[in-house]
């Protein structure tokens, strides 16, 4: 058969073993997943009593247009129903936006390390991948902008990035957006957006107002507690939208996971809420690093990545066989590191207390 070249080789996207799997292979009871950056506290009550209630026809297809949903989000934003693009997840929009503007003998810019489905996507479509180091943990966005020539189709911002959890300043992500050329596209990865708690963060919404080539991505499968529901959107300029809808599969959001999204939308307190208690379990995984001389990013989102000085993989596995699925820094690009979500404040306890225990196993404490 006449399949893609780029295909030879390539693995799909590995997620972390399930819980119920994890249980079994170890004998547990109790097994917390804290991998893959959902929301511990899980959703909005308001989305748990609508599911109890609904009666939903199920042999009808969804509204592709995601109607009711669009206009909660375009009020939400102040934006116009048609500067929105509603994806089945963002990884949903990342396929797109691939799909629609990277092909043999373009290029794209991104940061390495940063998240997977990037690369992922664009080597499936044959394009050149251009990746820039992070400095001291940041996106570089000098050096990505140096990366950037005349075959340059894409570049990627992840902001806050995935796998540290750092932020670009405004100052920086202005300037850099001054310089892009106005024919290389922008896509602003901000699936974490609504756990950013640093002062100086400046809203990023205005750009796509100034930018024609600038795409906003942002998720109700983190701090909205929807993951398994796959619901993310895009916010750019009309014309940008219209380029990019083709492409998208026509009922790409299921009935069910436009209504919770609407309705998690609506309950910004949850979200405040889940920031708050966000911050004081960063605070926990701080405390730790500190005490025990750890380098660690710091994070703007709901994980956060640190130093073990010990084999990564080793740690992953011996914390799986007590009862933590976490991402071993390894699988990420970042041996002797691992990525944590970051979990309810016991959660955070009990997990520390044990990685403690394997740190010291492995010889790194005394
Ligand atoms: C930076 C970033 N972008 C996009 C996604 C995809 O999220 P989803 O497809 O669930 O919206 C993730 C998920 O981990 C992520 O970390």
């Known amino acids: 058969m006449k399949w893609k070249q780029q295909l030879f080789g390539m693995k799909a996207y590995q997620p972390g073993k399930p819980i119920e799997e994890v249980k079994k292979l170890f004998g547990l009871d109790e097994v917390i997943k804290l991998a893959s950056n959902e929301n511990p506290f899980g959703s909005s009550p308001k989305v748990r009593q609508f599911l109890q209630a609904q009666q939903s026809n199920h042999a009808i297809y969804p509204d592709g247009y995601a109607q009711s949903l669009r206009t909660s989000l375009a009020n939400f934003y102040c934006v116009e129903e048609k500067e929105l693009i509603l994806g089945n997840g963002s990884d949903d929009l990342i396929a797109i936006?691939?799909?629609?503007?990277?092909?043999?003998?373009?290029?794209?810019?991104?940061?390495?390390?940063?998240?997977?489905?990037?690369?992922?996507?664009?080597?499936?479509?044959?394009?050149?991948?251009?990746?820039?180091?992070?400095?001291?943990?940041?996106?570089?966005?000098?050096?990505?902008?140096?990366?950037?020539?005349?075959?340059?189709?894409?570049?990627?911002?992840?902001?806050?990035?995935?796998?540290?959890?750092?932020?670009?300043?405004?100052?920086?992500?202005?300037?850099f957006l001054t310089k892009v050329p106005k024919d290389v596209f922008v896509v602003l990865d901000e699936a974490y957006i609504e756990y950013v708690n640093d002062k100086t963060y400046k809203d990023t919404l205005h750009y796509f107002r100034e930018y024609p080539n600038l795409i906003l991505l942002r998720t109700f499968s983190k701090a909205y507690g929807l993951a398994s529901f796959r619901v993310g959107y895009g916010i750019a300029q009309a014309e940008v939208i219209a380029k990019l809808d083709p492409v998208r599969a026509p009922f790409n959001n299921t009935v069910l996971s436009q209504q919770v999204a609407q309705i998690a939308l609506q309950d910004q307190e949850f979200i405040a809420s889940c920031r708050e208690a966000n911050e004081i379990g960063k605070k926990q995984y701080v405390a730790f690093c500190e005490r025990h001389g750890l380098n660690y990013f710091p994070s703007q989102t709901n994980f956060i990545m640190f130093e073990v000085k010990a084999d990564s993989n080793v740690v992953f596995e011996e914390m799986m066989k007590r009862g933590f699925i976490i991402r071993s820094g390894a699988a990420l690009g970042l041996e002797g590191y691992i990525r944590v979500t970051i979990g309810t404040e016991a959660q955070n306890a009990k997990f520390l207390q044990l990685l403690e225990d394997v740190l010291t196993e492995q010889g790194v404490f005394a």
Not at 103 to 118: E, K, R
Not at 147 to 160: L, R
């Open 97 to 175: 936006i691939t799909r629609a503007l990277l092909y043999p003998g373009v290029n794209t810019v991104m940061a390495d390390l940063s998240f997977s489905q990037y690369w992922h996507n664009a080597d499936i479509e044959g394009a050149e991948v251009r990746k820039v180091p992070l400095k001291e943990g940041v996106h570089d966005l000098d050096a990505m902008l140096a990366a950037i020539d005349d075959k340059t189709s894409v570049v990627w911002v992840c902001n806050p990035n995935n796998p540290t959890g750092t932020i670009v300043t405004d100052e920086a992500l202005s300037a």
